[in-house]
C-alpha cells in the first residue's frame, strides 16, 4: 500500500510539472520567437530484491518511480509581416546571438529597434551580435539586410549578422525568447526583413493537454485518498488483533 502511495504522489508531483510547463507555453503564445517546451515522462520498476542494483540504470528508483523531463520544440513558427525595417525573421534552422552582459545568448526573435548611440538592439535592449561577436552599430539612413543576413547603410554593406546553429541537447531556455547553448556553426537560414516570426505554440493544444492533466489529478488523488483509507482500516484491524 505504501509503494501504491509513493507511486502515485510521484505521478502527482509530474502532474504538477506538466502543468506547470502548459502554463508556460500558454504565457507565451503570443511572445515572437517563443518555442514551446513538451514535457515528457516514463516508469521505472522495483529495484528490491534485485541482486545486483549497480548495473541498474537508476539504482536509487523506487516502484514503477515516475520521471520527467522537459524538451525545447525548435520547429518553427509563423511569420508576421510587420513592414518595419528593422524587424528580422529566419527562415529555415539559426537563431541570431545578442549580448547579455558578459554572456551570449541566442534568439528568434527579431522585434529589433536602433537604441543607443545607434546600435541594433533586441526588445529587451540587448544589442545583437555581427560574426565576429561585435555590437552591430548603424551609423546612417536607408538599411537594407540581404537574405544572408548581410547589413547594407545607405547602399553600402557595413556588417553581417550572426546567424547560428545550436546543439538541441546543450539548449537552455533563459526568459521569453531566449535561449543558452553550444553553438555547432553558421546557419544558411534566409534572413527575412520586415517580418518576425511567431511563437509556435498552438494554443488549443495546450488546453486539451491542462485540461488532461486536470483529470489526472483528479484520478491521482482519488487513489492516494483510497490507499490512505486502506492503510488506515490495516492499522486498526491490526490493533484489534
Known sequence: MYKGIYVAMTGAQLKYQE???????????????????SFSTRLYPLLEGIADKQKAVYPDARSMTVMGKTSIDTSAGSLMETGNTLDLACVGEGFFAVQAGDNIYYTRNGSFARGKDGYLVDDSGQQVLDTNNKPIRIAGNTVQFSSDGTLYVDGAATDKLKVVNLDRATMQHIGNSLFSGTETGASNAEVVQGSVEMSNVNPIKEMAGMITALRDMDIISKVIKTFDTLAENAVTQIAKV
Open 19 to 37: 502543468l506547470d510547463n502548459v502554463t508556460q507555453n500558454l504565457a507565451n503564445a503570443n511572445t515572437a520567437g517563443y518555442k514551446k517546451t
